[in-house]
């Protein structure tokens, strides 16, 4: 998300759909679960944390991106950079979770797995397993974790200008005021 800001604002062009599609380009190469999901063995470059982590991927996003990003008005180049670091986001941020198998980031030129020497993230339960007590566990630590680009990312990109605004006479009085105005007739 926080990548998406990147991308040069237009009238017509909305920020949460920039944001969407770049949430979605970062959990592309998570989509090798489905694979797994319908039966591929869970190991070598078809399994999970396999070639879709490589930076092959990015590198074909990429390349889409400068292909297409001229009929939707987008810059060309930066298009195609943003999009290249939103997908390859996913891969080192998967390097640097604990106890994770480590992605090839390599891949095809070699299947060894890499890991970052710090690793503070903590390794989610993929597909329908996250939708447990550890997920959500692991999600409020991920969301500590990354609060501060969250805050970044969705911070308001044109933020309205202080006005004098003077408020009425009318809700000064009220403010003022609190109590009712008027007594019971006794
Ligand atoms: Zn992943």
Redesign the pocket.
Known sequence: MLISRAVPPRPDRRIAGTMAVFSGLALL??L??LGVMMGLVDSGPCG??GA??SLIVPLLVASLAAAISPRFNLPRWRTAVLCGLAVAS??F??AMTVGSRG?PLLWPLTFARFEMPWRPIPNAPCGLHYLSAQGLRVATIELFQFFPVLLLALWPRNRPTPTATSRPPESRIRTVGSRPMTHPAA
């Open positions: 190469p998570d090798d679960y999970h944390r879709t982590h996913h891969a941020l998967d992605v």
